[in-house]
């Protein structure tokens, strides 16, 4: 035994040899081209200042270009090379650009039989796949990027469906070192030969390896790993709308994270638009944003939390459910175009006092800056008075009142009306002026009217007027104006119900703003609109005059660098939009995700039975709209790599009440460790010294998960435990993972909403090695402190 284990060994470490010697060539090689990539920067910085423009854009062309370039290589990978593929001969001799051969099917005569009838091959092909591409000075592929089609059979092939893959190796190296190999065969029955050796074959089960280690509080990227249902979604052309459903843990998330990554090698220019990924919430933004640089790309992928799509509003506070409930719905759409006409009829000086929020903008004719609001004396706006031509002239509140509504006809925005406003009060008041018979002759007509327009208009009192009578709105400030109930009811008539009302007001008229409160503010946003603004002169230098140098110097054009940055900061539009729990959008949500995507392609990935969005209809057809008419693919991921069966085996009892009829993911696993289960004389104890317990059995991290109104509570229970454990809000679970998890009354996250035993089914698939579910009152625990709610 001890001799076989002895032998086994040596092969292991043999192979290990080769798999280091060749990484080391590729590191050698890798230093090479950085030193190429410094010398291309160096060389271009050396051309110096002077130049066109033509070639000083030129020079920061190349700058660019080398610096992305020296910064992938300079990444420190944790696993720079992480795979293998030994292949048979293939049935052309075909090489594509990575420097592969292309044929997926081997040559008639790859495999042949011996003296015996058995199957033997010579391995014609042997790859290598790793984070990025790798070429020798011989432009022979050192390692292919994991992206490239070369690579693609290390993650399809199976050994039903092998194509040319003898031997599939998974490579486990940190920076320079190589530390295992895993073999599996595709084609097991076949005796392969590579350099007149026999193929060793080493270890089983990288995947199985992958999925037991320890979780920390970041996601790993899985492309040593990835199984073949989830190439085919990673690598789906980007046509149209890529959807994706699955199950809890069957690597939605992760799959999406590849997708960005190999959209963006397969046709960066195209995406150079850049991807935007939508997340749920900032712990999951958090969780998941270093997976892309972990495979080589940034810069051109955003990934954003719901509550932080609109520039200047990062929220992160939840409604409850009912009130989330009103604000997701679709309806909201037409209260808040009516309150966008609507705000500028309320009081506004009052309003501006009362709450600071209505902004006075920069309007040409408008205030001086630093002009506060709240500042300035109280304006009169149902009477405008003016002295024109020697003569006073008054428009009064029925008059004002007639010109606005004339002036709102339409669905412009608001802000953009302000000028045909203004126009209209000029009108009025001409026309009471007397000034209109004085001309006959159409000329002097015009240049009385011209005139009588500047005077008034330069009039201190009907600057004020205006400034208070049409103030630009902001969407904050609406968005505070609708927290006064009266208003509301006006705005929402026949549309909530008075109970709506109360509660909407009610949210609205606090400070904070929630995560649904700004899917509300981009709707406003357009509805509003942006009111031009002066443009800035460009700053005169009295030396550039002395000197003579303003004519001598060409404007200094922006980088590349530069340009890239501005655009990255300034896009609301993107190239591809990735939606991830995509079940949870709200129709208001999907609204505001559908305008950065108009023409982008889109892929989404959600399961239904975690949705936490109480009416799945109308956010089906808010989905509808925000994707138009475009073609749709459908995949669907079938297996649970996160939690082990014992753990998907509870959960598929709440999913059976939660969403009758769907199917759970089938586990890939098992741990022999069933969930515990505690009934707790005190919450807090019970809860305490279950995260202890479960902190002394797993290396990595623990989630407690409780009912949204228990996290801060649940926080201070869990105060002393040190930052392996985490406590969390059932709604913020979404999409995160623990090595062990304790669910903290099941009954009370899952009567917390019309859709909470959903919810209750995402809080118990989040462990990947163990689960305690702690019961309360509410819970009705049987004598083994089974909770009604999980029991069969
Ligand atoms: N092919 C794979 N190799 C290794 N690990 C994988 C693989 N696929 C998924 N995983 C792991 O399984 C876990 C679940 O993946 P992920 O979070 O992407 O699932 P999900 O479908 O988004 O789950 P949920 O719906 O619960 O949010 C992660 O730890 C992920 O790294």
């Known amino acids: 035994m001890a001799a076989q284990d002895a032998a086994v060994d040596s092969v292991r470490d043999r192979e290990i040899g080769v798999e280091q010697d060749h990484l080391d ?83 008639d005569d790859a495999v042949r039989e011996d003296a015996e009838g058995a199957p033997v091959a010579e391995i014609g092909e042997t790859l290598h796949i790793g984070r990025i591409g790798v070429l020798d000075s011989d432009y022979a592929p050192l390692v292919i990027d994991w992206r490239a089609p070369a690579a693609a059979p290390f993650y399809r092939s199976t050994p039903k469906d092998p194509g040319r893959v003898v031997r599939r190796r998974v490579i486990r190296s940190k920076g320079r070192q190589v530390l295992g190999v895993e073999d599996d065969l595709m084609r097991p029955e076949l005796t392969a030969h590579l350099d007149g050796e026999k193929l060793a074959v080493i270890g089983d089960g990288a995947l199985m390896a992958a999925l037991g280690q320890a979780r920390s509080h970041t996601m790993r990227d899985i ?3 990835i199984q073949a249902e989830q190439d085919m979604v990673i690598r789906a052309p980007a046509a149209s709308v890529t959807e994706v459903a699955g199950g809890p843990g ?70 409850e459910p009912h009130i989330a409930r009103i604000k997701g719905s ?85 802000n953009l009306l302000r000028p045909r ?77 008075p109970r709506e009302v109360r509660q909407l007001a009610r949210s609205l008229g606090r400070e904070e703003l929630s995560v649904h409160d700004v899917a509300l503010l981009d709707e406003l946003q357009l509805l509003l609109g942006t009111p031009a603004r002066p443009k800035k002169k460009r700053e005169y230098d009295p030396l550039d005059a002395l000197t003579g140098l303003e004519e001598l110097m060409p404007q200094r054009e922006e980088t590349q660098w530069e340009r890239a940055e501005r655009l990255a900061a300034e896009r609301t539009e993107y190239a591809h939009v990735i ?115 479960l902190l002394e059995r797993v290396d990595g991290t623990v989630g407690v998960v409780v009912a949204m109104n228990r996290r801060a509570q649940a926080a201070r229970w869990l105060a002393e435990l040190g930052d392996r454990v985490v406590a969390l809000g059932s709604l913020e679970a979404k999409g995160l993972e623990y090595d062990a998890t304790v669910v903290v009354s099941p009954a009370e996250i899952a009567e917390e909403s019309p859709a909470g035993l959903r919810v209750l089914y995402v809080a118990l698939t989040r462990a990947t090695q163990q689960l305690t579910v702690v019961s309360g009152k509410r819970d009705d625990p049987d004598g083994q402190g089974v909770p009604a709610l999980l029991r069969d």
């Open 25 to 107: 060539q590729v590191y050698r090689r890798l230093e090479e081209k950085i030193h190429e990539a410094e010398f291309l920067m160096n060389d271009a910085a050396k051309r110096g200042q002077v130049g066109t423009p033509g070639a000083l854009a030129e020079r920061d062309a190349q700058v660019f270009r080398a610096g992305v370039h020296l910064n992938r290589l300079n990444n420190e990978f944790e696993d720079f090379l992480f795979g293998r593929i030994d292949l048979l001969h293939g049935k052309d001799g075909k090489k594509g650009p990575d420097g592969a051969f292309t044929s997926v099917e081997p040559a």
């Open 579 to 693: 939606v991830d729990e995509a079940q949870d959008l709200t129709p208001m949500q999907w609204r505001m995700v559908g305008r950065r995507g108009r023409t982008a392609t889109w892929t989404i990935v959600g399961d239904a039975a975690q949705s936490s969005w109480t009416d799945p209809e109308e956010a089906a057809e808010a989905r509808n709209e925000a994707l138009g008419s475009r073609p749709r693919r459908k995949f669907e991921l079938t297996v649970n790599y996160r939690n082990p069966a014992e753990i998907a085996e509870l959960a598929a009892k709440v999913l059976a009440l939660a969403a009758p009829g769907m199917r759970s993911p089938r586990a890939v696993r098992s741990t022999g460790v069933v969930p515990r289960f505690v009934t707790a004389g005190d919450l807090e104890s019970s809860v305490r010294e279950e995260a202890r317990r």
């Open 223 to 225: 492309v040593s790993s």
């Open 250 to 319: 069957t690597g939605k998330t992760a799959v999406a994270l590849h997708r960005a990554a190999y959209l963006l090698y397969q046709d960066r220019r195209r995406y150079a638009g850049g991807i935007l990924i939508v997340s749920p919430t900032p712990l999951l933004v958090s969780y998941t944003e270093g997976v892309l640089p972990s495979l080589g790309e940034e810069g051109q992928v955003a990934i954003r939390a719901l509550g932080s799509l609109v520039d200047g509003a990062e929220a992160t506070s939840y409604d």
């Open 421 to 497: 406003a203004r126009k209209l009060l000029l009108d009025a008041l001409w026309s009471k002026s007397g000034g209109r018979g004085r001309h006959t002759d159409p000329e002097l007509a015009a240049e009385l009217r011209s005139s009588f327009d500047e005077d008034v208009s330069s009039e201190d009192s009907f600057l004020a007027f205006l400034n208070a009578w049409w103030p630009e709105l902001t969407p904050r400030g609406v968005l505070a104006a609708m927290g006064d109930e009266k208003r509301l009811g006006r705005w929402a008539r026949r549309i909530l119900t």
């Open 330 to 414: 679709s309806r909201m759409l037409k209260v808040l175009r009516k309150a966008a006409r609507g705000a500028l009829e309320a009081p506004v000086t009052a309003v501006a006092q009362e709450e600071g929020q209505l902004s006075f903008g920069d309007f040409d004719d408008f205030d001086e800056p630093g002009d506060e609001p709240g500042a300035r004396p109280a304006v009169r706006t149902d009477m405008l008075r003016v002295v024109a031509f020697g003569s006073r002239l008054e428009l009064e509140a029925a008059e004002l009142q007639r010109i606005r509504e004339n002036a709102l006809s339409g669905t412009a925005p608001v």
